[in-house]
Structures are given as structure tokens and as C-alpha cells.
């Protein structure tokens, strides 16, 4: 037996139909999928499926090797369920198009929600990232294994779960509400990546001059067929609640690199994409923050967003397979990374404006009420580029920084002179040797 979750009066759920981009200031909400009601939302649903880069399938052309149904709320899944032939439980029906429910399609089993095989892992990491790009943070995504690439893709999305998974679904929702309200002081790190130019123009291995370990090191991506050759620098500075700090601790590592690098003929070279088909990234860390999707939200409307106004269009290819929004990952030593972000090492005052906003927003971000990327058409901008149809929302989303968030002022200038780059229409060029902007050189 099974039932629709709108059905279930579930606290903190919002089961509206409307594409509304706002949330309730300071309340814990939950927007629960609402399925296509006519070809036209099948259409789009899959339409921003495709331009956040995750493959998606509802007819199906090939049979796939295995199928996962996932209930997903937020970042966690609360059941995951695996397709098989044997007469087992029968997980029940589709919803369909007029609101009842179809004939039963598979018969499904249970499996551990700590199941550790890489077919599972990544199913449910496609899943969580597919009701996020759709806006939603509760829903039930079907994922289908395939022997072709791409191995896995969205099959279909329902607000359906099965009566034995209801307790499980209430569950997490209270810990989710529970983790929403507890206070705390968040600790800023992060991994910022580079890359390494002859002034020939010919590109230069990182992994010659530095060592896979420690605060400077190399990117474990290597080159193909030749996995002991190694392009992208990284640096791994320690981290720090104070995000200025963060900042001297970055500009160290920058002083450590340039100490074992040591070459004037080098640029070094940041942004999202300088070196053809390695795209970098600056990825930040959080700790003693809760995860939740309204804070990955924030992230990505208050700091991707002007951030993608100064992005080079170089930077903008390496979408979408990196750099989507909501991307992140969780630690295995705690906390999470936020992984949206190009390399921000192009020039200090950007640095010290990323890193004052994610502390200005572990700190406020349930007073932001305002999402613009729940909108289908500024999620379309913002993948195709199209800085000037989303310049006039950087200016109103920095206003509510401005007024709803207390801590901005505790970093006014910092984030002053990183909006005054947005004004200006500053644009970097991933070209550019960031040694300049630091003022570091060969010792």
C-alpha cells in the first residue's frame, strides 16, 4: 500500500502547486514535489533537468540493469528501494497526470540506507540533485543503471511513498527541523585550484614541482593514460572562523606555493576553465553548520550569482558538469563542501568577498526570503550565460543582504569592494597571472 505525501498532513511541509521563489523568514519550510499536471510541465520539468546537466529518461528506449526508488528529503534518503523480478513487497504505483494512481509497474525490495556500492551512492546523489534543481526538497525520484553512458539517469519523480516508509519520512523531517533551529558558529575552510602556464603558452604539470600531500599540493585528476602526470595545483589552507583569517591563511599557502614553484617564466592562472578540458574550482568548506537545502539555496543565489557576474566566458564552459548549482558534497570528517564556485583566487578582493559572504550567511541566511534560482528563467541565465538578465537581481538580492542580515556589517568593507567589481562590470581574465593581483613573485 502506498500514499501520496500530501496526503499525510506532515508538519513544516508546503504542498502548494505554486512556483513561488520565497520562503517565510525564519521558519523551517520543506517544498514538496508536485507532479507535471499536463505535457507542458512534463516538458519543462525535463527541460531544467537537462540544462542542470542530469540525464533523464521517462520513455523508457533501453532497458536499464538495475532501478533505485529513493524518497529523498533535502540532502538525506529516508528509504531506498531496488527493482527485482522475484515476487517480493510490492512497492505500489506511479501517480499520474490526473491525480490517481496508475497499475503497479515493478516489484521493489528493500536495501540498507547505508549500503555502500557505488551503483547506490551515485543513484542517490543524482536523485537529491534532481528534486533540488526542480526547487523541491521532498519528493520520491526513480534511478535507472544503464550499461551505456550516461550510466545513470532520472527515470521518473513521484510525491508516492510506501505506507512502511512513513515513520522514516517523519523522522527525518523532525531532525531536520531540530538541526534547522540549533545555533551555531560556523568554521570556513576551503580548496582552491590553479593551474601553471609557460609564457610559451604551452601548460605546465603542476605535479613537477609539488607533492600530493599538505597545505600546497597537486589535484588528483591526471592527465589520460598518464596517471602520474598531474595539471592542477591545489590549495588547502587551514581553516578558520573568521573568514579574514581564511584569507591569511590562503595568502600563506599562496607564499608556499610560489616558494616550492619558483618560476618567473610561469603564470598562475585561476577562474573556472583556463586549461582546456581541466575546469577548477573554489570550493568552500563548512563545519558546524547543519546542511540543509535552503542554506545551499542562499549560497547559490547570494554568492554564485554575483560571483557568475564576474565570471569570464571561459569560466562559463564548465558548465554543467561542474559548477551546477547545488552542488556539493559531504566530508567524511564531518561538514560539507560547497563545490558551485570557480576558482576565486583571481584577484584578493574577490577572495575577501567570497569568503565575508559565506560567513554572512552561515550566520543569517534564514532571514533571506527571496531564491530568484527557483525561477525556471533565471536558472536558464544563469546556465546560458546571460549575465545582463540577471545583473538587475544581483542588485536586489544584495539589497536584502544589506537590510535583513545583521552580520554583513561586521565585513562592510569587504563586501562593499567586492559589489563595487560587480558595479563596475568587472569581468576577469583567466589569462591573467594572479601573482600580480597578490604580489607574490619568485623568491
Not at 572562523?241 to 618560476?263: T, V
Request: net charge positive; hydrophobic share 35%; proline share 7%.
Amino acid at each position: 500500500m502506498s500514499k501520496r505525501i500530501a496526503n499525510l498532513n506532515l508538519p513544516y511541509l508546503n504542498t502548494s502547486s505554486n512556483d513561488s521563489d520565497m520562503y517565510p523568514a525564519y521558519q523551517f519550510e520543506l517544498r514538496l514535489y508536485v507532479p507535471p499536471k499536463n505535457d507542458e510541465d512534463n516538458a519543462l520539468q525535463s527541460a531544467l533537468l537537462d540544462v542542470n546537466g542530469i540525464p533523464n529518461q521517462y520513455q523508457e528506449i533501453s532497458r536499464p540493469r538495475h532501478v533505485f526508488r529513493i524518497g529523498v528529503s533535502q540532502f538525506n534518503c529516508f528509504f531506498i528501494w531496488q527493482a527485482e523480478q522475484k515476487n517480493v513487497t510490492l512497492f505500489p504505483m506511479y501517480p499520474t497526470m490526473n491525480g490517481g494512481v496508475s497499475r503497479p509497474k515493478r516489484r521493489f525490495k528493500a536495501i540498507p540506507l547505508n549500503s555502500y556500492g557505488r551503483d547506490v551512492r551515485k543513484s542517490c546523489q543524482l536523485a537529491i540533485r534532481s528534486l533540488y534543481a526542480l526547487g523541491y526538497d521532498v519528493g520520491v525520484v526513480d534511478i535507472g543503471v544503464f550499461p551505456v553512458k550516461p550510466r545513470y539517469r532520472v527515470l521518473r519523480l513521484s510525491d508516492v511513498i510506501p505506507n512502511a516508509v512513513q515513520r522514516d519520512l517523519e523522522n527525518i523531517i523532525q531532525k531536520q527541523y531540530a538541526e534547522f533551529n540549533t545555533a551555531s558558529n560556523s568554521v570556513l575552510g576551503a580548496d582552491l585550484e590553479f593551474v601553471l602556464r609557460h609564457k610559451s603558452g604551452s601548460f605546465v604539470l603542476a605535479s613537477n614541482y609539488l607533492s600530493k600531500l599538505g597545505k600546497v599540493g597537486y589535484d588528483a585528476i591526471w592527465l589520460p593514460k598518464q596517471k602520474e602526470k598531474h595539471p592542477i595545483a591545489e590549495l588547502r589552507p587551514q581553516p578558520h572562523s573568521d573568514p579574514l583569517m581564511l584569507f591569511q591563511n590562503i595568502y600563506s599557502c599562496l607564499q608556499m606555493a610560489n616558494h616550492k614553484i619558483n618560476r618567473s617564466d610561469l603564470s598562475w592562472l585561476a577562474g573556472g576553465h583556463p586549461l582546456k578540458g581541466f575546469p577548477i574550482g573554489g570550493h568552500i568548506h563548512f563545519s558546524q553548520i547543519p546542511l540543509t537545502s535552503r542554506f545551499i539555496r542562499a549560497l547559490d543565489n547570494y554568492l554564485t550569482l554575483p560571483l557568475f557576474l564576474m565570471e569570464s566566458p571561459a569560466s562559463l564552459t564548465r558548465r554543467s558538469k561542474y559548477g551546477f548549482l547545488g552542488d556539493v558534497r559531504e566530508q567524511f570528517h564531518g561538514g560539507f563542501e560547497y563545490r558551485t564556485p570557480p576558482s576565486w583566487l583571481v584577484r584578493p578582493r574577490v577572495a575577501k568577498g567570497i569568503l565575508s559572504l559565506s560567513k554572512v550567511l552561515t550566520l543569517d541566511y534564514k532571514n533571506l526570503i527571496w531564491m530568484p534560482t527557483l525561477n525556471k528563467d533565471v536558472q536558464f541565465s544563469f546556465y546560458k550565460g546571460k549575465k545582463e538578465e540577471v545583473y538587475s537581481i544581483v542588485e536586489l538580492i544584495w539589497n536584502e543582504l544589506r537590510q535583513c542580515c545583521p552580520s554583513y556589517a561586521n565585513y562592510q568593507k569587504e563586501l562593499d569592494q567586492f559589489y563595487e567589481l560587480i558595479e563596475s562590470g568587472y569581468e576577469w581574465n583567466e589569462f591573467d597571472d594572479i601573482r600580480r593581483w597578490w604580489q607574490i613573485g619568485p623568491s
